[in-house]
């Protein structure tokens, strides 16, 4: 193993091994991550989520209006996880754990990458949190002075997408729903039970389900599936099968492309809400990002890993940060095995990206200087 790919190894080991689910704060990862910094100006943005937890984005950079490095510092549940999400353990080539593909593995090629760089070409850091939920930490990077004092070019977010540049991808829309009963003893005839409510809703919705996956005015040929995604989730906040429930939830995510219109879901969703008489809140992340296929940075990107652009179906902080430059997504790590309790990232790959992340700045840098 080179030098540089043991640094990697050894820092992504690290931040794998310090829990930072959406869930929890994150301020011991962006402690350890900090600690990387040295030589970097850098500006912490904290702020406190919806359920009252400190989070912390950190903003570092050296020079000014090159390209920005960005990854995100939280994860997704350990859901389905049988051996510790947390151990970091190194098995060969490959690293373990909760986030190591998405997206700690890749934060640590970033991080290695900006600071090996020559003195001489500007770099930023982004590192957000609440990616896996919100989008806040995206969000408070774009009130960033120090980030907007920098000025980006263009932004490369490190998510794994096997060292494919990816030029766009899907946004979404998220649909809270809310029915409510009256709890009581299941077997006295004295409750009503909110799931009733949410029956008519459902068969509108397995409807809207089935429209998006016909519909060619609600798809989209360049992205693979070329339907768009309406998953939703049930939550009758833990009552039994002996209680009538009080609270019933549906979640729905629907995420849709920039070539198409949502308007049409979302009206169809609130609609069939109105109808079954139920409360629906409605949570939208910013626009789909999408560069044409000949843009300067994703061309750069194309040139430099061999690999065609594409577009992928899922999201990342592209769609905010895109208010602040253009961005290409492009990482190690295979996206299959994110959200799942089997993931992990090739250390090799992590190294090849080190290189890869410095030309691509080095590019930016030298593209800024020729004018």
């Not at 809270?176 to 919705?205: E, K, Y």
């Amino acid at each position: 193993m080179d030098p540089t790919t043991r640094l990697v190894a050894a820092l992504a080991q690290d931040l794998v091994r310090i829990d930072s689910r959406s869930n929890v704060s994150n301020l011991p990862l962006a402690s350890r991550l900090e600690q990387e910094l040295t030589g970097f100006e850098v500006e912490r943005v904290p702020y406190t989520d919806a359920n009252g937890l400190e989070k912390l984005v950190l903003v570092a950079t050296r020079g000014r209006g090159g390209l920005a490095f960005s990854g995100h510092m939280d994860t997704v549940p350990d859901t389905g996880w049988t051996d510790d999400p947390w151990s970091g353990r190194i098995e060969g080539d490959t690293l373990h754990g909760l986030g190591s593909a998405d997206m700690k593995g890749p934060v640590a090629a970033l991080v290695i990458a900006a600071r090996s760089l020559p003195p001489g070409v500007p770099i930023a850091l982004l590192l957000t949190t609440d990616e896996e939920s919100t989008k806040a930490g995206a969000r408070a990077v774009l009130g960033s002075a120090l980030a907007q004092r920098y000025a980006p070019s263009g932004i490369l977010v490190a998510e794994p997408t096997s060292l494919v540049p990816v030029r766009g991808h899907r946004a979404h829309v998220e649909f809270i729903a809310t029915a409510t009963g009256v709890q009581a003893h299941s077997s006295t005839g004295r409750g009503r039970n909110a799931n009733w409510d949410l029956v008519p809703f459902l068969a509108d919705l397995r409807v809207i389900h089935d429209r998006l996956r016909t519909d060619p005015t609600l798809q989209d040929t360049a992205y693979d599936p070329v339907f768009s995604d309406f998953n939703l989730v049930i939550d009758n906040h833990g009552a039994a099968v002996n209680v009538t429930v009080p609270k019933a939830t549906i979640r729905i995510k629907f995420r849709y492309s920039a070539s198409v219109d949502p308007a049409p879901v979302i009206d169809a969703v609130r609609k069939a809400a109105a109808a079954a008489g139920l409360d629906l809140q409605q949570k939208r992340e910013g626009s789909p990002p999408e560069l044409a296929a000949d843009h300067p940075l994703i061309a750069a990107a194309v040139r430099l890993t061999g690999n065609a652009a594409e577009t992928v179906p899922f999201g990342t902080d592209a769609s905010e940060l895109q208010a602040l430059a253009p961005c290409v997504i492009l990482g190690p790590g295979d996206i299959a095995v994110a959200h799942t309790p089997r993931e992990q990232v090739s250390i090799a790959a992590l190294g090849v990206s080190v290189p890869l992340f410095q030309r691509m700045a080095t590019l930016a840098a030298d593209t800024k200087a020729g004018g």
